[in-house]
């Protein structure tokens, strides 16, 4: 640390040197500045950093107290502490008003070197470790504003995060709909095809126009509730009491074209009494992201397609376990499959936000908690192995 600055203000050339004399030889670590005038000193303190000023009350022109009122006034030098030099018989006098000007203290003149030590030995104590409380509190207050711009910044990260977790499942959710929607526009195409060619070739009957027409009515109906289902996921959920079965029985019925156009049978083992009271909506989403997940495994499977899905009760929580026979995930990615933008697919399949965001739905938003394992398990005799996905939730959103 620096030295500590002190101005000494006295009109007296031998006060000046007296008071030189002294902070030379008996204080140490002080630079001293030596002024003639009350204007002198404020020139001065424009261009210098002073820590402390000895200032003389009785001089010509600007005197003690004009030379304090202007230091006092300017904002660069309204904290330095003043200390008077007073005449003895003027001491009682000038004390009350130096004080009321903002003086810290007195010394009487002639000096007592002793007392006048002691007092600045004092004061630049004070001022060392004022100085140094004021570093701390610039490294604290640097430390804070790192801290401050760290925290904007993870909350830029998370906001970016979020709007890109919103598109990846907005992307899911319409690549969901375009395989849900193949079949029965096809269906359709089929039938107004049919219904055309048939007209064309005077072999129309009613009973083949009336089968058809009910056959597009009754698909168009079906892509209508396919509309409905997926509008849900599009609006703010709201905590709600629903049954757990048939929530995701809805989800299943969602996915129905697409898993039947891999070739994947759904297996449930329901408790068709769970009733929840949390967030069904922002669970269809969870649900649909785990399904999804589990199709794309089974899709590098030649036979035996399968997903089960099962719930119950236990220890007053819903359990729901879903395990697929895609024969597992590699052990060395078990523990980062639920980091954002994790992902073993090509970057054309998916940016790794859809687990993540299903993680964060079941631990944040519904106060649950998510795990997944590898596991083998039996169906009618055959051996299997697959990924199972383990939800626990509580019956009622705290």
Not at 58 to 67: C, E, H, S
Not at 117 to 144: P, R, S
Request: charged share 25%; glycine share 4%; hydrophobic share 40%.
């Amino acid at each position: 640390m620096k030295n500590i600055t002190i101005l000494a203000v006295d009109d007296v050339e031998a006060n000046r040197v007296s008071l030189q004399y002294l902070i030379d030889e008996y204080i140490e670590d002080i630079d001293l500045i030596l002024a003639p005038s009350g204007e002198e000193a404020l020139k001065i303190t424009y261009t210098n950093e002073i820590d402390i000023i000895v200032l003389d009350i009785q001089m010509p022109g600007m005197d003690g107290f004009d030379t304090a009122k202007y230091l006092k006034s300017n904002p660069k030098t309204k904290n330095i502490p003043i200390i008077f030099l007073t005449a003895a018989f003027k001491e009682e006098e000038f004390q009350q008003k130096g004080f009321e000007i903002g003086a810290i203290d007195y010394l009487t003149k002639p000096i007592e070197n002793h007392q006048f030590i002691n007092k600045l030995n004092l004061y630049k104590e004070v001022i060392i470790k004022t100085k140094q409380l004021e570093a701390v509190n610039d490294d604290l207050y640097g430390v804070l504003q790192k801290e401050i711009e760290l925290k904007e910044k993870i909350q830029k990260q998370q906001m970016e995060l979020v709007e890109q977790s919103k598109m990846a499942a907005l992307g899911e959710m319409i690549g969901n709909i375009a395989h849900q929607w193949r079949q029965p526009l096809s269906i359709i195409s089929t039938c107004a095809s049919g219904l055309e060619i048939q007209k064309e070739m005077g072999v129309l009957t009613d009973d083949d126009f009336n089968a058809n027409i009910k056959n597009i009515i009754d698909t168009t109906n079906d892509l209508s509730r396919t509309i409905e289902t997926f509008r849900d996921f599009t609006y703010k959920d709201t905590v709600i009491q629903f049954n757990l079965a048939t929530i995701i029985n809805a989800c299943l019925q969602n996915e129905r074209y697409l898993f039947e156009h891999h070739h994947i049978k759904t297996i449930t083992t329901f408790d068709e009494e769970i009733e929840l009271i949390n967030l069904p909506n922002s669970l269809k989403q969870a649900l649909v992201n785990i399904l999804i997940n589990a199709k794309e495994a089974l899709e590098k499977v030649e036979e035996q397609r399968y997903i089960f899905i099962e719930t119950k009760l236990q220890n007053d929580v819903a359990v729901i376990s879903i395990k697929d026979s895609a024969g597992g995930i590699n052990t060395q990615y078990l523990n980062k499959i639920f980091e954002p933008y994790f992902t073993t697919k090509h970057k054309a399949h998916g940016i790794g936000l859809g687990l993540n965001i299903t993680y964060n739905i079941i631990t944040e938003s519904m106060h649950g908690k998510l795990k997944v394992k590898n596991t083998q398990f039996t169906h009618e005799g055959r051996n299997l192995e697959g990924a199972e996905f383990i939800i626990t939730l509580p019956i009622q959103k705290n």
